[in-house]
């Protein structure tokens, strides 16, 4: 039989953002008489942050990164206290925290440790599954034992254990001195080959001083261990990295066996063949063939030749920097390796293989697992790992903040937590209302009343604002002059409003323009501003914008050229935009020609509407470009357009797809071979809720892929 351990742990652990160093003061009072408790243990579980009380019962956390933590109060003598606390971009004061005697708890240890002859076996058991049996295990110390609380029960052959205090473990092997409250320990030792693991508690790590030889030493051991971890698979996967970070992914399916009968027909028929008298050779041999069937497996597993990609077992969830593991319920089969060369990646029985150093399997529990963008597993209960993670302990065990050098699935994190970090900060602080009228009609004339419909938003998610009460609204005349203002009650974000319109009312282009109170904080910009056409018996037809065949006076139109990505570049194909608008503000079409330094015609263009069009251009190194247009009216004009870089990077974006938005990004020669390899992130905006995609430049063009789906509702900005 193939030994196997099944290994769950729990260790309390929240998301740590990226952003400005904060402090978190408080006050530790005893809750039985209120007087301050001295050299408790205070710290955030999982980091490298934590302090003593002093004799005032005060403490100091510093150098705190915003984000949410569990905050752990624990002291001989008292039960140890945890609340979680969200860290912002300002210091924290924690209300004054009381925490309640625990008068049998040394007693209960002391008995114990000088009564039970076999304490001295349950440790080394226990030992030997908390610490680990590999190598680093075996430079691994606990320093204080006598705080472990162990118990043995020879009927259910469990042993248990919990700590009163922290554990001191010296883990020479990684330069970290760890400080481990144990909450809960089991082992359920079965048998040799059947064994069942589990523990959980708080943990605060100290990072050991050491010789310039023996720091290097850990750092690489660090790596090393952390290479082929839970923490850089997610991060990995999370960041669509996972045959860059040296993984392979299979689905491990489970299914019913088609050659095993149900339960219920194989009782059936083996009683039928055991409840007759006298058997003949072929009712002997067809007993025989369904204990055969009972005897076989009610569950066949196969492992799927094929790999998974990110998409494949990643979900976004509703929570911000939270995400889903799974893949239809079923296992999955992890490879690592460094260089990517796997050479068993299809028999399971090899996980339990003492030569085993890269594959793991994750059974899930639950139909997903769900872990923070950092790596780390939400609900632990919620996997069992098979194979190399199922063997590794609290000598393997990093704390969550930790980045390997060069890392690079790791700046991706940060950056995205730093950015919705300050997103989230400047939102709070910069609350913004928007206005949209919605008109019962495009255009008017004189005479007519002009209905509309006022929606006032507010925020990124464009939520009814009940921020303000009145709208103002204003019709604003052809000499800039406001006629007409009028002051409308908001309901529930919504408001209704006219302008009625004289007879007498030249024609031309009015404007409608509105705004409350608080949209004035950020300027004229703000507001909501539509033109509107009026016409009136007394002035000529208003001509419709981009009318083929208009004659509209341009006298000087304002022609404007945007390369999409902001700049030209030699040597890379750009798109570039144009809009020309004439002198009554409207769009005025126009054909063109795009002549370099030598007057060579390098393409042409038409505008397609409103003044409107683009068309495509690869600047040559050491030309300039300009273009000679020709307006409806017959008059001409020359533009230089903007001058090419000679190095940088281009990013392009076509949207035509439903289900997704192809994204090319394109660099010089010169730029990428000053950046080749390095990793760049693609930030999108939607919703209020920033996105990040990775990638490597490995090639001067990238091609990459947006999943419409995992986007928000509205408009989506990219930067890259």
């Given at each position: ?216 030493r850990w750092e690489k051991q660090r790596q090393e261990v952390y290479e082929n971890s839970p923490m850089h698979f997610l ?159 609290v000598a393997e065990l990093l704390p969550i903040n930790y980045t390997p050098p060069n890392a690079t699935d790791i700046p ?61 609204v204003d019709l604003i005349n052809t000499n800039n002059k406001v006629d007409q203002s009028i002051k409308l009650q908001i ?230």
């Open positions: 039989m193939s030994m196997y351990k099944i290994f769950i742990y729990w260790v309390l652990l929240l998301p740590v953002t990226c952003f400005s160093q904060v402090s978190i003061t408080g006050r530790i009072l005893n809750q039985a008489d209120n007087k301050p408790v001295a050299n408790a243990n205070v710290f955030l579980s999982n980091a490298t942050i934590g302090d003593h009380t002093l004799a005032n019962g005060t403490f100091a956390l510093r150098d705190v990164l915003p984000g949410k933590y569990d905050l752990v109060v624990s002291v001989v003598g008292f039960e140890t206290q945890s609340q979680t606390v969200t860290v912002g971009n300002g210091n924290i004061t924690i209300p004054v925290i009381k925490i309640r005697p625990k008068t049998t708890a040394l007693k209960e240890v002391t008995i114990k440790y000088h009564t039970d002859p076999n304490r001295e076996k349950y440790y080394e058991m226990f030992q030997g599954e908390f610490l680990g049996t590999s190598d680093l295990a075996k430079q691994c110390k606990i320093l204080n034992p006598e705080l472990l609380d162990l118990s043995y029960t020879e009927t259910t052959k469990t042993l248990t254990a919990t700590s009163i205090d922290f554990l001191e473990i010296a883990n020479d092997a990684l330069g970290y001195r760890i400080k481990y409250l144990v909450t809960d320990f089991s082992l359920q030792n079965f048998g040799t080959n059947d064994q069942k693991v589990y523990y959980k508690g708080r943990v605060l790590f100290e990072e050991m001083k050491g010789t310039q030889a023996e720091e290097r991060r990995s996967a999370l960041n669509n990295r996972i045959n860059e970070g040296g993984f392979s992914v299979q689905q491990l399916s489970v299914y019913a066996n088609p050659a095993r009968p149900s339960d219920s027909l194989i009782n059936v028929r083996i009683n039928f063949y055991k409840n007759l008298k006298s058997l003949n050779s072929q009712q002997r041999d067809s007993l025989a063939l369904w204990i055969k069937k009972s005897k076989l497996p009610k569950t066949i597993q196969k492992l799927q030749p094929f790999q998974l990609n990110e998409n494949d077992i990643i979900k976004p969830t509703d929570q911000p920097n939270q995400y889903a593991l799974g893949c239809e319920n079923d296992g999955l089969y992890i490879a690592y390796n460094k260089s990517g060369h796997f050479h068993i990646n299809d028999h399971v029985d090899y996980l339990y293989n003492s030569n085993n150093t890269e594959n793991t399997l994750i059974k899930f529990n639950s139909p997903f697992a769900f872990f923070y963008r950092n790596g780390v597993i939400i609900n632990p209960y919620g996997v069992m790992y098979y194979g190399v993670w199922g063997r590794d302990r991706d994190a940060k950056l995205a937590e730093n950015i919705n970090a300050k997103l989230d900060t400047f939102l709070i602080h910069h609350v913004n209302e928007k206005a949209y009228l919605h008109f019962d009609k495009p255009y008017y004339a004189a005479g007519d009343t002009i209905y509309f419909k006022a929606y006032v938003t507010l925020g990124e998610k464009h939520q009814p604002s009940g921020l303000s009460g009145v709208l103002h309901a529930n974000g919504v408001a209704w409003g006219d302008f009625t319109l004289p007879d007498s009312l030249p024609g031309g282009n009015y404007r409608v323009r509105a705004y409350t109170n608080w949209m004035r904080n950020e300027g004229d910009a703000a507001f909501f501003v539509q033109t509107i056409p009026v016409a009136s018996a007394l002035t000529k037809k208003i001509p419709e914008s981009g009318t083929p065949g208009s004659k509209v006076p341009n006298n000087k139109a304002d022609v404007h050229f945007f390369p999409e990505g902001g700049n030209l570049i030699t040597g890379v194909s750009s798109k570039i935009a144009f809009k020309a608008i004439g002198t009554n503000g409207l769009g005025i079409n126009l054909k063109g020609q795009l002549l370099d330094n030598d007057n060579h015609v390098v393409t042409t263009f038409t505008s397609t509407h409103l003044g409107m069009g683009y068309f495509y251009l690869t600047p040559e190194e050491g030309k300039t470009y300009k273009a000679k247009m020709t307006y409806t009216d017959g008059t001409q004009d020359v533009i230089d357009l903007p001058k090419a870089g000679e190095k940088g990077i281009i990013l392009s974006i076509n949207n035509d797809s439903i289900p997704k938005a192809s994204v090319r990004i394109a660099a010089s020669k010169t730029y990428f071979s000053e950046n080749k390899n390095k990793v760049f992130t693609l930030l999108v905006w939607s919703g209020g809720v920033a996105t990040t995609v990775p990638y490597t430049l490995d090639s001067n063009i990238i091609t990459l892929d947006i999943l419409k789906r995992r986007l928000h509702t509205g408009i989506a900005t990219v930067t890259l």
